[in-house]
């Protein structure tokens, strides 16, 4: 089988040529998760299939030290939920290990001054993408929303299918919500010149490099990988690190923000705030396991009870299964779409784990994020208090914006 074309530029993928054999498993492994021909959306899931190691993540972790030891700068870095209960792999941990704290301590000894969790922008996407399903809802127009934060399904979706753009959420994904946040209401209150800011984006995703290009507010992207190799390049022993906590103001996202490192998990999140926008009150129980959307089949629905409206939605994993479900997404209300195999979880920024055990660590990477929500006592993005404290501080003030300029992102 022909092997996939990497095209020069590409800012996600990149090809070691004198490892490659063309042995044809990206060309499989694309055809069996997109299915889209020769069009590159930049998931990068041949990088965990290649035997011989010939694709790789876009490597900026160079770039990134060298501007640790810059003084001109703060160097800054927010990180996704999925990078959390991945990076053990590559230090002997078991499959799935939630080691935040860990991580975050790894981030402050290799230099970065500041270290937030892209949680609390989860949060903010959650809040106001419920905002605008409840208003589309309202007005019966251009429904189903559909979700913005996987960067390769909305590449996907211009592609294909750009008749199609207005059911695309106009909310920022969650690294777009934070960074916006970061270079703004947090350079403000702490009195630094944002272009004195460096933030890099540490994430299980390859498409993400992609996506930062075009956003003015976050500088680069790192992955899992690099991340391990910036931890072992310094010498850093991650099992003797003692715990350390996410910087303050911007810090630790709900639970509901947690779990959209999942595939499910968006649409669970949304539907608990949208609930409570709707109804003035906390979602019944049922919303806080949703075992309709908690499973790894491809197509997933579910008719969800929000008092007012019976809320028809539908969550898809991976690009290929659109093949079969695209024009049927039109009869539902909300539709989530996550181009990596359960989510962000197997995103192909993650470490490389055994080809034949991937299916054992994407469902004990899920069962961590979800058995963490299980045990946070903050589950849902409105009662964020530093969610709160944003809205009535800074961005009911109109001083950031949330949304794209254009229908959807960048």
């Not at 997933?300 to 049927?328: F, G, Q």
Request: hydrophobic share 35%; charged share 25%; glycine share 6%.
């Amino acid at each position: 089988m022909e092997r996939i074309e990497v095209k020069k530029g590409n800012l996600a993928i990149d090809r070691i040529e004198e490892r490659c054999i063309n042995c044809g498993m990206c060309a499989k492994t694309c055809k069996e998760n997109n299915d889209i021909g020769k069009e590159c959306i930049n998931c990068g899931q041949c990088i965990l299939t290649c035997p011989m190691g010939a694709l790789v993540p876009r490597f900026n972790y160079k770039t990134i030290l060298n501007y640790l030891y810059d003084t001109n700068y703060e160097v800054m870095v927010i990180t996704s939920p999925a990078v959390r209960v991945a990076i053990g792999d590559a230090f002997g941990y078991k499959k799935g290990e939630f080691l935040e704290d860990k991580m975050v301590s790894a981030l402050r000894q290799l230099g970065f001054s500041k270290v937030f969790d892209t949680t609390f922008g989860a949060d903010l996407t959650v809040m106001e993408e419920a905002k605008e399903l409840v208003s589309r809802l309202e007005k019966k127009e251009n429904l189903p929303l559909m979700t913005s934060c996987c960067p390769s399904w909305v590449t996907y979706e211009k592609l294909f299918h750009p008749n199609d753009l207005n059911h695309i959420s106009s909310c920022k994904s969650p690294i777009g919500m934070i960074g916006a946040m970061v270079k703004s209401y947090y350079a403000e209150y702490e009195q630094i010149n944002k272009n004195n800011i460096i933030l890099v984006a540490l994430t299980p995703c390859v498409s993400k490099k992609d996506e930062i290009f075009h956003n003015e507010d976050v500088d680069f992207c790192i992955t899992t990988m690099e991340l391990v190799m910036m931890i072992k390049e310094a010498n850093i022993d991650f099992k003797a690190l003692e715990s350390s906590n996410f910087d303050e103001l911007l810090g630790k996202g709900s639970g509901a923000g947690l779990i959209f490192g999942t595939s499910g998990g968006v649409t669970e999140a949304v539907l608990r705030t949208s609930y409570y926008l709707i109804n003035g009150k906390n979602a019944p129980q049922e919303f806080y396991n949703l075992t309709k959307v908690r499973n790894n089949e491809n197509f997933k629905e579910a008719i969800i009870d929000l008092e007012k409206y019976k809320l028809k939605v539908a969550i898809v994993n991976k690009i290929s299964t659109l093949k079969d479900y695209y024009e049927k997404l039109k009869d539902y209300d909300f539709v989530e779409v996550m181009t990596c195999p359960s989510g962000c979880v197997g995103g192909a920024g993650q470490g490389l784990v055994p080809i034949n055990e991937m299916a054992e660590y994407l469902k004990e990477r899920q069962t961590a994020l979800y058995e963490d929500d299980a045990k946070n006592t903050l589950k849902n993005s409105y009662e964020n208090k530093e969610i709160k404290e944003a809205y009535e501080t800074y961005i009911n003030k109109g001083k950031v914006k949330l949304h794209n300029k254009e229908t959807v992102v960048n």
